[in-house]
């Protein structure tokens, strides 16, 4: 079982701790003793994240560029007026959305396929299990630079191999289409192995019976994994899809090295755009009025992503 | 028997799809011992066979010009220090989402998770101009302090996650004992709760160190030369001395190495912590 972060709930821990604690009269449930181990990280988030959020939220409403040597200016509300009537904005935002739509759907059916390869003990199954963590792990940035390298046209694989099978050259970064798949299929060789790992879990998880029952009950493959699986695992997967989901809205560090957001400005991610515009042409506050604007965004689909599913999940334990 | 000797075709997907991930690794890791005329005078696949493998790029990243060194240690030190800072804050924290009855107003111990975790969900572009700005009056731009500041709040709500997660794991019945003993919260939480954590202390701070061991963009708008870490150096690569792939190979090689050992020790870990012991096998 998974508990999905869900703000109206008061339980603590699995099964509602908190209340029988109480009954059995359990000493350590004092509030104000644990003020004492949770407040530094209360503060300190409200330092280096709340604070940082309010001061962003007052660039986005003054024009702190480098022309006015980085220092607040009267309050305006252009920024946000010129951002509604910004054509390299909106596409930055398109592409961002439709970038991670089609990128979280992808990883979670092969995330869902390997898992469902691996979830039974075979032979080898540690060391694949293994291999597909990995690449979660590295750096964006080195990412990027080795998906460069490989789609190279002179003197990358990928193309050597395409011509070897006579398939012809793909000018991958050079056109907007084919960036947008060069991108796509980096971010899932990058980010399948999250889903995987997730799905794994979760599969690992499951009660064996429930499933020896339909198979002993004549059910097959697809009909046990659609019915019996799928719905089992439903909230595991509306946690991992729901974090892939916020995450790859941040794309960044490996669009910058793969295509540096081109051809053109085809493949510039929405917090590529923001970074262009509020630090390297230094327009600091039309770089912050984007970031704000993505965190709505991203908040908005969010929270409409966690209504949605709330009710899926109620009509599946039904 | 039969089964034994049956052909098992998922392994044809599995086999597929291993190549696929090991793929990119293997070229950069050859490509980091390519010399100028393998890589720019066609595609070359295998060391020995089709080209003679070359030192050039480490001579030149271990002790040439181009040294590793500097944004190696600067990256050790901020990833080191921001880890322990998050991780020590973070498992008070958890400790006392997990162990304690909150209030605050009408916020209970679940909102106040939520609250810190969806930190989180926050896109890092919506804060670091911020940064920038702020660490501009402070003084604090391309400095080490300012690094480790940024990457403790970057990392402690996972972190903070991660450790309530594992606290509730753990039955309680020792720290009751403790308590009728007469120790002090403090103490309980130091001596009792904290070892039987360890396992996850260790997974909850091997995955912080490498969000910070990896993290871009904040290092990319705060620091120039002083604190610059690894990530900066890999992408720095491009456009100064043409494109040296060797160079930029073997730097990643540096930076990519420890997470696979990473990776290779969290195994299961990763999950169970990153479900926040939601998920129970």
Redesign the interface.
């Known amino acids: ?3 999905s ?3 109206n ?6 099964g509602g ?2 209340p029988t ?2 009954k059995r009269g ?6 104000f ?6 407040l ?3 503060l ?2 409200l ?3 709340i604070f ?2 309010i ?2 939220l007052a ?1 986005s409403f003054s024009n ?1 560029s480098q022309d006015n040597g ?1 220092t607040f200016t009267d309050r305006t509300l252009d920024n946000w007026r010129q951002l509604l009537h910004n054509g390299d904005y909106w596409q930055s935002l398109i592409y961002t959305t439709e970038f991670v739509v089609l990128a979280v759907i992808i990883e979670f059916l ?1 995330g869902f ?2 898992a469902l ?2 979830w039974r003990r ?1 032979r080898f199954g540690g060391f ?8 979660m ?6 990412i990027g ?3 460069r ?2 789609y190279d046209q ?4 990928i193309d ?1 191999i395409l011509s070897g099978l006579h398939l012809g050259s793909v000018p991958w970064l050079a056109e907007s289409r084919s960036a947008f798949l060069a991108v796509l299929i980096m971010d899932v ?1 990058e980010w399948t192995p999250f889903m995987f ?2 799905l ?3 599969l ?2 499951l009660s064996e019976e429930a499933i020896e029952a339909a198979q002993i009950d004549g059910a097959t493959g697809v009909r046990v994994i659609w019915d019996i699986i799928f719905p089992m695992l439903a909230p ?1 997967t509306v ?1 991992a899809v729901f974090l892939r989901f ?1 995450e790859s ?2 794309i ?2 490996q669009i ?2 793969l295509t540096g957001g081109g051809p053109g400005t085809a493949t510039t991610s929405t ?1 590529l755009y ?2 262009f515009q ?2 390297q042409d230094f327009n ?1 506050s039309s ?2 009025t984007i ?2 604007s ?2 709505v965004f ?2 908005v689909i ?1 929270l409409m992503y966690l209504a949605i599913t709330r009710r899926l999940l109620l009509r599946f334990e039904e | 028997m039969s089964r034994r000797t049956r052909f ?1 075709w ?1 392994y044809i ?2 086999v597929i ?2 190549l ?6 293997y ?2 890791v050859i ?1 980091a011992f390519k010399d100028n005329a393998s ?2 005078g ?2 070359r ?1 295998l060391p020995w066979v089709d080209f003679q493998p070359s030192g050039e790029a480490w001579h030149e990243i271990l002790g040439g010009s181009n040294s590793v060194y500097g944004p190696l240690s600067h990256s050790l030190i901020i990833g080191i220090s921001s880890t322990l800072l998050a991780l020590f ?2 498992s ?2 958890g ?9 605050a107003g009408p916020f ?5 998770a ?1 609250w ?4 989180r ?14 660490f ?1 009056d402070l003084g604090l731009l391309d400095t080490l302090l300012g690094m480790i ?2 990457y ?3 990392s ?2 996972i972190t ?1 996650w991660f450790m309530q997660g594992y606290f ?1 794991q753990i039955p ?1 019945a020792l ?2 004992a403790a ?2 003993d007469g120790a002090s ?1 403090l103490d ?2 130091l001596r009792v709760a904290l070892p039987l954590v360890t396992p996850g202390l260790i997974a909850t701070c091997l995955l912080t160190f ?1 969000f910070v ?2 993290e ?2 904040y290092a ?2 705060l620091t120039t030369n002083n604190a610059t870490t ?2 900066i150096l ?2 720095s690569q ?1 456009g100064e001395l043409g494109t040296s ?1 060797w160079n ?2 073997a730097i ?1 090689v540096i ?2 190495a420890p ?2 050992l ?3 020790l969290l ?2 870990r ?3 912590g ?8």
């Open positions: 079982m998974v508990e972060p869900d703000p709930r008061d339980t603590v821990g699995a701790a908190v604690r109480r359990r000493p350590l449930s004092s509030g003793a644990g003020w004492v181990f949770v530094p990280t209360v300190v988030l330092a280096l994240t940082p959020l001061f962003s660039l702190v980085l092969i396929g390997l390869l691996l075979i694949f299990r293994v291999l597909f963590s990995i690449p792990m590295l750096a964006p940035v080195a630079f080795m998906w390298m490989l002179t003197n990358g694989p050597a060789w790992l997730l794994l879990a979760g690992q998880s595991i946690m916020t809205f941040t960044f560090g910058i090295q917090t923001a970074y509020g630090y600091v770089g912050a970031a704000l993505l965190l991203v908040t969010a | 098992q998922r997907p599995l799809w291993a696929f991930v090991a793929f990119p690794l070229w950069v490509t890589i720019y066609g595609v696949w804050l973070g008070l924290a400790y006392g989402l997990a162990r304690f009855r909150l209030r209970r111990n679940n909102d106040i939520f810190i975790v969806s930190q969900i926050m896109p890092p572009v919506v804060t670091v101009l911020a940064f920038f700005i702020l501009n500041i940024v403790t709040g970057f402690l709500p903070v509730r309680m720290e009751e308590y009728v919260r309980i939480f490498s061991w990896n871009y963009l990319v708008v690894l990530p890999i992408a491009q792939w930029i190979c990643s930076s990519i997470m696979v990473i990776a290779i195994q299961k990763l999950v169970t990153l479900l926040g012991g939601a998920v129970r096998g």
